[in-house]
C-alpha cells in the first residue's frame, strides 16, 4: 500500500511538473517576439551639433530626446554633445555617415558643398516670412532636398527653423549695399552665400561656426551673418559694434540620422522617432521666433550693439543688389527647385 501511495505521488509531481513547464513554455512562446527582444536592449542615439543650448536648435534637440525617450518607454536614448564638443562643421557629415554618431542637425547650407541644390535654401530673400519659409522646409523644396539625400548614407528626417539671418560688423553701420563694399566677412559654405556677398562688394572666408568668435577677436574678419539667437548665445556681439537686422536670408536645419543605423532600427522606434521629429519641428517653429525676439530684447537691453533696421524701402535696394545671385544660381540649383522660390515668393508678395 505504502508503494502504492509513493508511487501514485510520484507519478503526480511529474505530471504538475510536466503541466506546469509545458504550460510555461507555450506562454513563452506566445509572447516572444522581435519587438520583446529591444526591451533588453538599450539603444543609444548620438546627437551631435554646434550650436549652444539656449538656440532654438539646442533646446529641440532636448525636446527631441525627451520625446523619443517617453514614446519608447526609455528603450530608445539620445544623447546630446552640443557646441560643436565632439564633432565641428568640417567633420560632423563624416561622422554621422561613417556611424560615429547617429545623428547631426547641420545648418542647410553646409550640406551645399555636397548637394548643391540645398543652396536654394540661401538664396537672398527667396523667403521673407516664417510662412514662406514653412512652405519651402516642409512642402515641395523640402521633399525634394531630402530625396537629394538618398544617394549618401544619411536619411533625412526634417527640417528645424531658427530664424532670419542678420549681418553685424565692428567697421561701420550696414543700411545701403553700398555699406558692404570692401568689409569681409566670416560665412557657412557655397556659392550662392559668396555670391551673395560679391554681389555687394564684400569679400569672404568661410570658416566654421567654433571658429567664428576667435576670427571677430583678432580682426581676421569684419563682420558675419547670422540668427540673433547665435549671435547672442556666442558673444559674437561682444567683437562687433553693429548689427543690421535685414531678414535678408534664412537660417535652418536638416535633421539627419545615420541611414544604416535607421534601417536597423525596429519598426515600432522608428514610429517613435517619426513622431517626437513631427512634435519637435512643430515646437521649433513656433519657439525660434520666440527664442530670437527675446534674445534681441536682451541685447538691447544689455549690450552696446547699435541694431539698425532695415526699413522697406531700404530692403528693396537690397533685393536688387542681390538679383545676380539668382542669374548665378541658375547653373547650380534645379530649375524645379527655382520655380518653386518664384511660386514661393509671388504667393507673399505683399510682405515684400
Ligand atoms: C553657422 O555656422 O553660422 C550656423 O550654422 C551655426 C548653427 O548651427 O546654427
Excluded at 503541466?19 to 529591444?38: P, V
Excluded at 536638416?254 to 514610429?271: D, G, V
Excluded at 539698425?308 to 536688387?320: F, G, I, M, P, S
Aim: hydrophobic share 35%; glycine share 4%.
Amino acid at each position: 500500500m505504502k508503494t502504492f501511495i509513493t508511487i501514485t505521488a510520484f507519478i503526480l509531481v511529474g505530471v504538475l511538473t510536466a503541466l506546469f513547464f509545458g504550460f510555461n513554455q507555450t506562454a513563452n512562446s506566445i509572447d516572444y517576439d522581435d519587438e520583446q527582444e529591444g526591451i533588453s536592449e538599450q539603444v543609444i542615439i548620438r546627437f551631435s551639433h554646434v550650436a549652444a543650448e539656449n538656440t532654438p536648435k539646442g533646446l529641440a534637440a532636448r525636446y527631441f530626446a525627451e520625446s523619443v525617450q517617453m514614446k519608447t518607454n526609455d528603450e530608445v536614448t539620445v544623447e546630446i554633445y552640443s557646441n560643436g564638443e565632439i564633432y565641428q562643421d568640417q567633420n560632423e557629415w563624416e561622422a554621422l555617415t561613417s556611424g560615429k554618431v547617429e545623428m547631426i542637425a547641420p545648418a542647410t547650407a553646409k550640406l551645399s558643398p555636397l548637394f548643391p541644390d540645398w543652396q536654394v535654401l540661401d538664396l537672398p530673400y527667396a523667403f521673407q516670412t516664417e510662412q514662406a519659409v514653412q512652405e519651402a522646409y516642409e512642402g515641395k523644396i523640402g521633399e525634394e532636398l531630402l530625396n537629394d539625400l538618398k544617394r549618401s548614407n544619411a536619411k533625412g528626417l526634417g527640417f528645424w527653423y531658427n530664424g532670419f539671418k542678420q549681418f553685424t560688423n565692428d567697421q561701420h553701420p550696414i543700411i545701403q549695399p553700398v555699406d558692404m563694399d570692401q568689409l569681409h566677412f566670416r560665412t557657412m559654405p557655397g556659392p550662392t552665400i559668396a555670391a551673395q556677398f560679391d554681389a555687394v562688394n564684400a569679400s569672404t572666408s568661410e570658416l566654421s561656426f567654433n571658429k567664428t568668435y576667435r576670427n571677430l577677436e583678432v580682426d581676421f574678419i569684419d563682420g558675419q551673418e547670422n540668427t540673433v539667437s547665435n549671435i547672442y548665445s556666442k558673444k559674437f556681439y561682444k567683437e562687433q559694434s553693429f548689427m543690421t537686422i535685414s531678414n535678408h536670408a534664412y537660417l535652418g536645419y536638416a535633421i539627419l540620422m545615420n541611414k544604416s543605423f535607421w534601417n536597423k532600427l525596429s519598426k515600432s522606434h522608428q514610429e517613435a522617432i517619426v513622431s517626437s521629429m513631427e512634435e519637435t519641428t512643430d515646437w521649433v517653429r513656433r519657439h525660434s521666433i520666440e527664442i530670437n525676439d527675446s534674445q534681441i530684447r536682451e541685447l538691447k537691453r544689455t549690450s552696446d550693439i547699435q541694431i539698425d533696421v532695415l526699413t522697406n524701402a531700404q530692403r528693396k535696394k537690397w533685393k536688387e543688389a542681390f538679383l545676380p545671385v539668382y542669374i548665378q544660381a541658375e547653373k547650380s540649383i534645379s530649375p524645379s527647385l527655382l520655380r518653386e522660390v518664384k511660386r514661393i515668393q509671388n504667393h507673399y508678395s505683399s510682405h515684400n
